[in-house]
């Protein structure tokens, strides 16, 4: 199989070098701030993200519980930590996140073999009832889990090797981009082995894996062991970078999130969840400071995604990308503009009643004026209820008569898509 | 005795509620085999509404109208968002309901705020049924039970003994000769993914001032009830009403009991040190063991008995 990786073309190589590359300059070229945390936290929910979409992506199988083996690998890493600055074990902080690995990789070998007896819906459940045992648990342990506060650690211990203490967020950052960079040539080398290749044959028809002679239920399990292996260095490296870790890193809510994130980047494509963890953390972090409403907005979004573009964000990128290559853009722009003011004008419609309604219930009477991109407006006039109501029906409308035009427009392109690829490969 | 009896009379009525939900959410995995992650959204929608609706109207109105409002709902669902994620397949369906419960969630709080709201349970079944012992049991339980096990009679009948019960059955396993006898199947789905979404609005309206009605009721109880659908079999409703109630007996049970242990082992004389490295677990009392009781009936269900209960298929 090696042969086969370095056999890949050079593009392949320049991919992995240019990515390597921007690693190393991201750091220099988002400078203020606190760009550098919001990098770093990226880098972990990339690693997350990935091994998240070995199970979803690549083998079929909807995890609820995935933060499981993150935040258990998390907990042994904040644990290796506190008896590595206690002088008990002798481990440097860089190879921690091996040690949050091999956590998760132990308890993926042990609920794995509970939760791959089944596959479709039925995994889902039982994945969720998993991460709500662990969380319950973690309550009922508070000598391991810390209880409500979690455990808390300092990553600055030992001597430090060639001048690097980790005190530093850029030494954290670089640490973290070295992980992750292996992690992803790692899982990226995974999906072109026999197994990475079975995972996904079991994925699309079961019935006949098994026929081959394969063990469906053996293959699943295996690959669940893998992702729950990278799963655990992504929670080793949050450990590291946060110095704490609480209850809420088994949560179900954690599990969400990447489920969230990883879908609306894309889980048809290796790269999708690593859109997905930049979207993330935009989201979290950067929304949440404009609006309370960013979770309803995420909520949507994700629903949107789901009924529209399954592909995620690395999808439309990709079918947009195909459209420019074959040169259709000139063929469905005059239908493309005007679904895309359509939309426009529907969604700042609703944005505007959302802020709107939000500020009525959480500020009360004392405070009337909802703050929309600079535009106060009072919550309790009517004008701005009809503005509101008036852009949502305009746009409306104006998506209902052009969307049949452009999904009309849209697939005579794609056909002739297809037919142009199909003449190129005779 | 009295301890036992109570804590029976309890843990049923608790059962009986998780099967009112878990009988939704079977139906409508066993016809569409979509699972709905946002079944227990719509309880907690049953009980806003009825919380709404009984402040302005009573109570007896809430109890009809609720449901029906959270089944409509339900079926504007099905027809505008789940129809048109069905061509893509099970887990993309599964994405869009949580998608879903995500949304519910902050509509929710968006609407009535984070806190709980007042929903009283209405004066003529407020008070005690009947004094056994010395122990009372109130009459609110009595009557969630009798509203169980109406809804499970109806359900029965309606599945058995009607026209379109017959129609929903067919549908279930032979969904295209029934569509060339000329009948709308589609149709049929949204009127279960309907009824199932009223039920569990029914179970929020009676669950809703039996415990408290807030944004945190939808997670509490929607783990549980996909314990119950996996312990029972997947879309078994016979199997649902076994697990349901197992499961609300073992977790009552559970939760009145305040042994460890570490106290087992006293009795039999065998003494356990505060310096035991494993001290943690055997102080552990089976109180508190009990909110990962169903996840570990779960597990062992799992390994024994993959099927469930009473399940007919491997999935």
């Known amino acids: ?426 | 005795m009295e301890f036992t009896l109570i804590t029976l009379l309890n843990g049923v009525s608790y059962g009986l509620l998780l099967f009112m939900l878990s009988s939704g959410l079977t139906l409508i995995f066993s016809m569409m085999g979509v699972l709905n992650f946002a079944h227990a959204s719509f309880y907690m929608l049953g009980a806003y509404f009825a919380a709404m609706l009984s402040s302005h109207l009573g109570f007896w109105p809430a109890l009809v109208l609720a449901p029906i409002a959270v089944g409509i709902l339900g079926a504007l669902v099905e027809r505008f968002g789940l129809r048109r994620v069905h061509q893509y397949g099970h887990i993309p369906e599964l994405l869009f309901t949580f998608g879903l419960s995500y949304v519910i969630l902050e509509i929710v709080q968006l609407i009535w705020g984070r806190a709980s709201i007042p929903y009283a349970i209405p004066a003529e079944l407020d008070g005690p049924l009947f004094t056994l012992y010395t122990t009372t049991f109130p009459k609110y339980r009595a009557f969630m039970m009798l509203v169980a096990m109406v809804m499970l009679i109806a359900i029965y009948l309606l599945l058995t003994k009607t026209r379109i019960g017959l129609i929903i059955q067919a549908a279930l396993t032979h969904p295209d000769a029934v569509e060339a006898l000329g009948h709308n199947v589609p149709r049929v789905f949204m009127l279960v993914f309907g009824g199932g979404c009223a039920l569990a609005g029914l179970a929020g309206v009676v669950g809703g001032n039996a415990f408290v009605t807030e944004p945190g009721m939808a997670a509490t109880l929607g783990s549980i009830i996909f314990v119950v659908v996996v312990v029972g079999g997947m879309g078994s409703l016979g199997g649902a009403f076994i697990a349901s109630l197992l499961i609300g007996i073992l977790q009552t049970f559970a939760v009145a009991l305040d042994y460890s242990l570490g106290s087992v082992l006293k009795f039999i004389g065998v003494g356990v040190q505060m310096t035991s490295p494993w001290y943690s677990l055997f102080s552990l009392t089976i109180s508190q063991v009990a909110p990962v009781m169903p996840y570990l009936l779960l597990v062992l269900i799992l390994i024994f008995r993959p099927r469930g209960l009473l399940g007919t298929r491997e999935g």
Request: some cysteine; overall charge positive; proline content about 3%.
């Open chain 1, 1 to 426: 199989m090696k042969r086969h990786i370095l056999s890949h073309s050079v593009g392949t190589l320049l991919v992995w070098f240019g990515f390597a590359v921007l690693l190393i300059v991201a750091p220099k070229v988002f400078n203020q701030g606190a760009s550098l945390s919001l990098l770093s936290q990226m880098g972990t929910l990339m690693i997350f993200g990935l091994s998240f979409n070995m199970l979803l992506g690549q083998g079929g199988m909807l995890s609820f519980g995935h933060a499981v083996y993150s935040g258990l690998g998390a907990f042994f890493a904040v644990h290796a930590m506190n008896l590595a600055a206690a002088g008990v074990l002798t481990i440097p902080v860089s190879l921690i996140p091996l040690v949050g690995g091999l956590a998760g990789m132990l308890f993926g070998i042990l609920f794995g073999y509970v939760t791959t007896k089944k596959s479709g819906t039925t995994f889902s459940m039982i994945t969720l009832g998993m991460v709500e045992l662990v969380f319950a648990c973690s309550l009922m342990f508070p000598k391991f889990f810390g209880g409500e506060g979690g455990i808390s650690t300092n990553r600055v211990m030992g001597n430090p090797f060639l001048g690097i203490t980790f005190g530093p967020q850029i030494e954290v950052y670089y640490l973290i981009a070295f992980w992750l960079f292996v992690s992803t040539v790692a899982m990226f080398a995974f999906t072109h082995t026999p197994l990475g290749r079975m995972i996904n044959a079991v994925r699309d028809n079961p019935e006949r894996a098994e026929f081959i002679g394969y063990d469906t239920q053996w293959v699943r399990y295996l690959t669940l062991i893998i992702s729950a292996f990278f799963a655990g260095i992504a929670g080793g490296l949050s450990a590291i970078n946060f110095e704490i870790v609480t209850a809420e890193n088994v949560s179900a809510l954690r599990s969400g999130a990447v489920l969230l994130f990883s879908f609306i980047g894309g889980i048809g494509y290796f790269y999708g969840p690593m859109i997905g963890a930049v979207a993330g953390v935009f989201l979290t972090v950067m929304l949440s400071d404009f609006t309370k409403a960013w979770q309803l907005y995420l909520g949507i979004f994700f629903i949107f995604i789901v009924m529209f573009a399954p592909g995620g964000i690395a999808g439309i990128w990709a079918s947009y990308y195909r459209m420019f290559k074959f040169r259709k853009m000139r063929q469905i722009w005059p239908a493309f503009w005007k679904i895309c003011c359509a939309g426009l004008l529907t969604v700042s419609g609703a944005i505007m009643a959302i802020e709107m309604l939000y500020q009525r219930s959480l500020g009360g009477d004392q405070e009337p004026i909802a703050k929309i991109a600079g535009v106060s407006l009072n919550v309790f006039e009517s004008m701005p209820w009809c503005i509101a109501a008036l852009l949502c029906l305009i746009g409306g409308v104006g998506f209902f008569f052009t969307q049949r035009r452009f999904i009309a427009v849209w697939n005579s392109a794609m056909a002739e898509i297809e037919v142009a690829i199909l003449k190129g490969d005779a």
